[in-house]
């Protein structure tokens, strides 16, 4: 089989299975890579989201499988190789948040139409699940340790703290993707 065969092979759903993996590959790598951005200072990583912006582009790029994948394997993988973010509760949480973000913008990007205003859309829809997720496991996690979650820190972790992550991620995501489709890198 040619190298061109094997890049364009089709996978269920009509994609090359190859073509996702390179991306979900690319995005794993940012999802290592960005965060040291913010200087491994976990306010401003809190702040910026950076694991979060290559997660939700792998939902448009590679589908919502591939991109569940990378979400919750992403903080783990990063934990194990810097020690960042700290696993419990923190880590673990981050592990079904980032993977309900891959997964709902995946999904949500194969739904709507694929306009700017779909593509706002599913990225708007994506993070509001995603923090929901967020929420969800962080009270279980700090319930299994004895703490509590309050709504406050729920509001506080999922929203007010993470203004400026959510304004980059408006701000880039759409963009990137609507050039990508036009490109030709994203199938229809």
């Known amino acids: 089989m040619n190298r061109e065969a094997v890049i364009s092979a089709p996978a269920k759903g009509g994609t090359g299975w190859a073509r996702n993996l390179v991306y979900a590959g690319a995005a794993l790598a940012l999802c290592l890579v960005l965060p040291f951005l913010t200087g491994q200072i976990p306010q401003i990583g809190s702040a910026l989201c950076p694991m979060h912006i290559p997660v939700l582009l792998a939902g448009f790029l590679c589908g919502p499988w591939w991109a569940a994948a ?6 783990l993988l990063r934990f194990a190789l810097f020690g960042m973010p700290p696993l419990f509760p923190t880590g673990l949480a981050m592990c079904f948040e980032l993977a309900a973000y891959g997964l ?85």
């Open 70 to 75: 990378v979400g919750a394997a992403a903080p």
């Open 104 to 188: 709902a913008s995946g999904l949500l990007s194969r739904t709507l139409p694929r306009t700017a205003a779909g593509t706002y859309g599913s990225l708007v829809g994506a993070m509001l699940l995603g923090r929901v997720v967020w929420g969800a496991a962080q009270t279980i996690l700090m319930g299994l340790s004895g703490s509590a979650f309050t709504w406050a820190a729920f509001l506080s972790g999922a929203f007010f703290t993470a203004v400026p992550g959510i304004i980059v991620q408006l701000v880039l995501i759409p963009p990137v993707v609507l050039a990508m489709r036009r490109a030709g890198f994203i199938r229809s």
